[in-house]
């Protein structure tokens, strides 16, 4: 099941509005995060139009953990972050996803809660297409 409406479901100008597809995974999508404060911060979507982790079952649950430690261990290996923070919202978009939001010592937010989009830090699309071929390689 789709959303018309959702960045997850139907890719194209809606995603492209935060993030940019890297690649499809077990049960569910890798995104680059667009802003890049926490580089390296990516998004594993499930791959429908779900609001909760309770609404899938107990397989498709462990095959989505899988694809988020799958992603997981790619950003530790590509940015080498001191922290990787993992983080579930939706309460507007209600699809189920998880921010992997990397945390690094020297940070502007060590220590802290990540801001969801400080609008802070883009990047060229030189740039995003070399942290795609990293992640994607380190997968």
């Known amino acids: 099941m789709k959303d018309c409406n959702c960045g997850y479901c139907m890719r194209g100008e809606l995603l492209a509005k935060f993030g940019i597809y890297i690649c499809d995974l077990s049960v569910s999508t890798l995104i680059l995060f667009k ?3 926490k580089r ?3 998004i594993v979507a499930y791959k429908d139009h779900v609001s909760e982790i309770v609404d899938i079952s107990e397989e498709e649950r462990n095959a989505f953990f899988a694809d988020v430690t799958r ?3 790619a950003i530790h290996k590509v940015f080498k972050p ?3 923070n993992y983080g579930a919202y939706g309460d507007t978009g209600c699809h189920l996803h998880m921010h992997l939001c990397p945390k690094y010592k020297d940070g502007d937010e060590w220590g802290g809660t ?3 989009n400080p609008q802070k830090v883009y990047l060229s699309d030189e740039e995003y297409k070399k942290m795609i ?4 390689a380190a997968l």
Do not use: H, P, T, Y
């Open 40 to 42: 390296g911060r990516c």
């Open 133 to 136: 071929e990293d992640i994607k």
């Open 114 to 116: 990540f801001q969801m």
């Open 82 to 84: 001191d922290k990787l």
């Open 71 to 73: 992603a997981a261990k």
């Open 35 to 37: 802003e890049q404060s």
